[in-house]
């Protein structure tokens, strides 16, 4: 038999199961959010023949935030498996190379081509504009809370991991 749902202390009751809609929930409204966030950005980008899943990676090599396969498959929340075959494909296209590291040849680091720096380059651009017109009407004061509150969310969700896995 499962076992019950924890009881999490503090927490306030704004949904009851069975009594809200989907509409109304936070996650189903965060996800539809990032996912016009991305279409946006899949637009705007597919000039460059990019999809989200290319050019994702491309991004997180120019800004150095990660140069293995599995570091990016880490930091991206990707299966390693569909991060090799964007990979594959990033490749194929010349934006990305494949090093064997010196140092441990069981290593693999991706390096960015220079016409893959040159596409990764448009990216913050791209992104910026999309996130800008996302937040339309937005005071400074509201942007700012709008991510304390969902660093707030972030937090508890880690504080509540921590407590199911001590």
Known sequence: MASPIPEIPDCPAFYV????????????????????VLAQVDAQLSAYDMTYVQWLPLYKLVMKEGNT??????????????????????????????????EDRRVVHLVLTDEGRKVARKVPTVLAAVLNGHLRGFTEAEWQQLQQFLNRMLANGEAMRRAAHP
């Not at 009594?19 to 996800?31: A, E, I, T, Y």
């Not at 930091?75 to 090093?99: C, F, N, Q, W, Y």
């Open 17 to 36: 199961p069975g009594q809200h809609r989907p509409d109304q929930s936070v996650g189903f409204l965060m996800r539809k959010v990032l996912g016009s």
């Open 69 to 102: 396969v599995a570091g990016l498959a880490r930091e991206l929340h990707i299966d390693p498996g569909a991060m090799t075959r964007s990979l594959d494909r990033l490749e194929g296209k010349g934006l990305v190379r494949r090093e064997r590291s010196t």
